[in-house]
């Protein structure tokens, strides 16, 4: 009992941390009032040329309400996207932010859609919208206000086609991005005469034993140098065996807890965490080194990797500070290290997608802003890039990399909806993903976890599935 409680505060803590991305501060921001940057002219030029290949619509709506823990317009030191300027220009549209937080989101969506309030869209990237979403009426299709058949939207379709509910479709799938990528300091590489990680995977050596290697050898808890940190670890090091605890095959919810790629996984992380090779958050209230900030530790070279998505190196450079020298090239990461016995990187991925809020006031401006984003997604790469280099100075090496992993995102993804089934399994799930590396000596075996909390899982998405079905 002990021990659970432990891995439960562990995985509770983990929920607070998905909060972590800027939240804005008032409605309806631009990007000038709320401190954001706009595109410089020629990148306008080229917001304008992509837009012309778009129909012109006449929208008798020009606003979208968007609920989120985040904004979508630009806070300070960020850059207002190319899909947002199209959108403005082109349309004379305007997002209008309906502010909540990360645990009261869905109690505020769903007392928005129960008094007729709705906001027009939510985002799905955080995996946790589906298929609950849309058993429990806070979403409705999609297929009556974007045209998936059609040529723009050809290179989602089919990820689109995995989030149906009875023969609808419930997310605008953007693109497939990756989840997590494995950050460190090349600083500390050096310092430590360690192989620089993105060395190893270049060679194909990028695996679990080499990443062991480097974790065992630089740990020393008398000099507060941990080899792992971060509140995403568990669920980055797991996916890499190429199967999701809680996935989606043919419409139906499947529980993977007994697959023997993830028992291998687990069981790889049980003998990474025995070693104490974790940042021990037990006795930091639960929360990574320092204040819990993320990045915290790789930049003071105390801790030698954080698996991290790629939205905490994509900003200002106040923000990734806590990682390093940004500009002395200092911060680089790589995908997460495989299983040594497999010819494959499996990458855990999410889907860039939004979900149409059931009574919705404005699904035709929604529909707009979506196209936006579809066609800037791909032509108004060099402005992303530009970005990256000139503002958050990024080097040729990250942009690489970057691409590197979302191609792999692309061609061996990695999805887990045990966030997006129902808020029963989520909380059951927190338990079981912590269990083998939670800190503080309450780790347990993955076979002790499976006896412990299988049945209960399978129960749960049967009963989900049963609702699927109709």
């Not at 995985?11 to 998905?18: F, Q």
């Not at 990360?102 to 027009?120: I, N, Q």
Request: net charge negative; glycine share 8%.
């Amino acid at each position: 009992m002990k021990a659970m409680k432990r891995i439960f505060a562990g995985a509770l803590a983990l929920t607070m941390a998905a909060a972590v991305t800027a939240c804005g501060n008032s409605k309806g921001n631009s990007s000038s009032d709320a401190g954001g940057k706009d595109l410089t002219d020629d990148q306008k030029k080229q917001v304008e040329d992509i837009g012309a290949s778009l129909e012109d619509v006449d929208l008798a709506n020009k606003t979208i309400k968007w609920m989120a823990h985040y904004d979508i317009n630009p806070s300070k030191g960020q850059v207002k996207s190319p899909a947002l300027e199209l959108f403005e220009t082109k349309y004379g549209g305007k997002v209008e932010y309906v502010q909540t937080t990360w645990d009261k989101r869905y109690d505020d969506l769903a007392t928005a859609v129960m008094g007729k309030k709705s906001p027009d869209f939510f985002p799905a990237s955080d995996m946790d919208t589906f298929p609950k979403g849309a058993i429990k009426g806070m979403f409705q299709p999609i297929d009556d206000y974007i045209n998936l058949d059609s040529d723009l939207w050809s290179s989602t379709k089919t990820a689109s086609d995995s989030f149906m509910f009875q023969g609808s479709h419930y997310i605008a799938v953007i693109d497939v991005s990756p989840n997590y990528v494995c950050a460190y300091n090349k600083t500390t590489i050096t310092e430590n005469g360690l192989d620089d990680p993105a060395e190893l995977f270049a060679d194909d050596n990028w695996n679990w034993d080499t990443f062991s290697d480097m974790c065992n050898e630089f740990v020393d808890q008398d000099n507060d140098k941990y080899a792992l940190d971060g509140y995403w670890y568990v669920k980055a090091l797991s996916e890499t065996s190429g199967k999701p605890m809680i996935g989606l095959v043919d419409g139906k919810i499947v529980n993977n807890m007994s697959d023997p790629d993830i028992e291998k996984a687990q069981n790889f992380m049980y003998n990474l965490e025995k070693n104490n090779v974790v940042f021990d958050r037990s006795s930091n209230d639960w929360n990574t080194r320092g204040d819990g900030t993320t990045g915290n530790g790789l930049g003071t070279y105390q801790t030698l990797f954080i698996p991290v998505g790629l939205w905490a190196l994509e900003a200002p450079l106040e923000t990734t500070a806590p990682f390093g020298d940004m500009e002395a090239g200092e911060i680089m990461f790589v995908p997460m290290p495989k299983n040594p016995d497999s010819d494959t990187y499996y990458m855990s991925s999410r889907v860039e997608g939004y979900n149409l809020c059931k009574g919705a006031p404005n699904p035709e401006g929604f529909a707009v802003y979506m196209n936006c984003l579809q066609a800037c997604k791909d032509k108004a790469s060099s402005i992303t890039e530009d970005t990256l280099v000139n503002e958050y100075k990024w080097n040729q090496d990250m942009l690489d990399m970057r691409a590197k992993v979302y191609d792999m995102a692309a061609e061996n993804p990695v999805f887990d909806l045990q966030e997006g089934v129902s808020d029963d399994l989520s909380t059951t799930m927190m338990s079981v993903s912590q269990a083998t590396m939670v800190t503080g000596g309450g780790a347990t075996t993955w076979t002790a976890t499976r006896s412990e909390y299988e049945k209960a899982v399978d129960y749960i998405v049967e009963e989900c599935n049963a609702k699927i079905e109709g």
